[in-house]
């Protein structure tokens, strides 16, 4: 069918143009031998392994939806049910399983008040939690064989733990506030969010009645667009900002909390010596988990 064809084949060019763009703003950095402008659209190598990440994602949906090695993943807003327990697996790793588990750790770890191992660990914690209970409730609704109400239902519930977690992310960063949360990140939260009730509102639709609405078929690939070329790119621009902001760590933190203590002298050679090692470890060839010696200083001098 056309349509199964032409979502993937969409789909396809986004992660390519976000590793490509990376690729050149990191190439014109090594040209300006390390002086990089402070708002330079470059992000963390960390980072980038997440778009690889994703664009080896893509392409094996691509060619799952091409070669058709599993049928399940074909677009449907219907019922499915798989005829065993690995053809269901599958239909989950293929299908929106990848995509939640990296919401998942993206917006745990860049909603993290720092970016250490001890977030990292965190992040990853979290997202595999969520990401379990989330696909038990998804392969009980496709292998297990229920009614079709019982079906919607678990789909709902799944949607539940997807929206609970979006919602304590935007909760911590609205209560707490730390310069490293720019308007980005609120805005792809949100947009997320707004999709998944959308989504959980169309299930409940299908367990009331037999008969789709109308307008499901504009909501629903109104959905499947927004995260095939729309999150993509926003979720590239909060890993721009979070890099910025690790690159100008000592402008956000340091200079600005630290100025009363000027006047006392191991205070003061403690910022000087602090701003040339953040200079060194947070510049384009650092990782965000490699600085363990500001991590503590964060969490000390964070609002």
């Known amino acids: 069918m056309l349509r199964d064809v032409l979502y993937p084949a969409l789909k396809l060019p986004v992660p390519i143009i976000l590793w490509v763009h990376a690729r050149i703003q990191k190439r014109k950095a090594l040209r300006t031998l390390g002086k990089v402008d402070v708002h330079a659209p470059i992000i963390l190598p960390v980072y980038t392994v997440v778009i690889i990440a994703y664009l080896v994602y893509v392409i094996a949906n691509f060619l799952n939806q091409i070669l058709d090695f599993n049928a399940l993943t074909k677009k449907t807003w219907e019922r499915v049910h798989a005829?065993?327990?690995?053809?269901?697996?599958?239909?989950?790793?293929?299908?929106?399983?990848?995509?939640?588990?990296?919401?998942f750790f993206l917006f745990g770890f860049l909603a993290s008040p720092t970016a250490g191992n001890y977030a990292l660990r965190s992040s990853l914690y979290d997202a595999a939690k969520f990401f379990g209970v989330y696909g038990m409730i998804f392969l009980a609704a496709v292998c297990v064989p229920i009614d079709r109400r019982s079906y919607f239902q678990l789909k709902v519930a799944g949607c539940m733990i997807v929206i609970y977690f979006l919602f304590t992310i935007i909760v911590q960063i609205v209560r707490t506030k730390s310069h490293r949360w720019k308007q980005s990140l609120y805005v792809t939260v949100c947009a997320v969010m707004t999709v998944w009730i959308a989504y959980a509102t169309l299930l409940c639709f299908a367990i009331i009645s037999n008969h789709k609405p109308s307008y499901a078929i504009y909501i629903s690939h109104s959905i499947i667009l927004f995260y095939d070329l729309i999150l993509p790119f926003l979720m590239y621009k909060c890993l721009i900002d979070d890099s910025r902001f690790w690159r100008n760590l000592e402008k956000y933190h340091i200079h600005t909390q630290l100025q009363h203590l000027h006047t006392t002298r191991v205070f003061h050679d403690f910022e000087s010596v602090f701003f040339r090692l953040n200079r060194h470890l947070l510049n384009?060839?650092?990782?965000?988990?490699?600085?363990?010696?500001?991590?503590?200083v964060y969490l000390f001098l964070r609002h």
Do not use: A, D
């Open 83 to 103: 005829t065993n327990f690995l053809q269901g697996l599958m239909y989950y790793l293929l299908g929106e399983g990848t995509l939640i588990f990296m919401l």
């Open 284 to 296: 384009l060839c650092s990782l965000p988990f490699r600085v363990k010696s500001n991590e503590w």
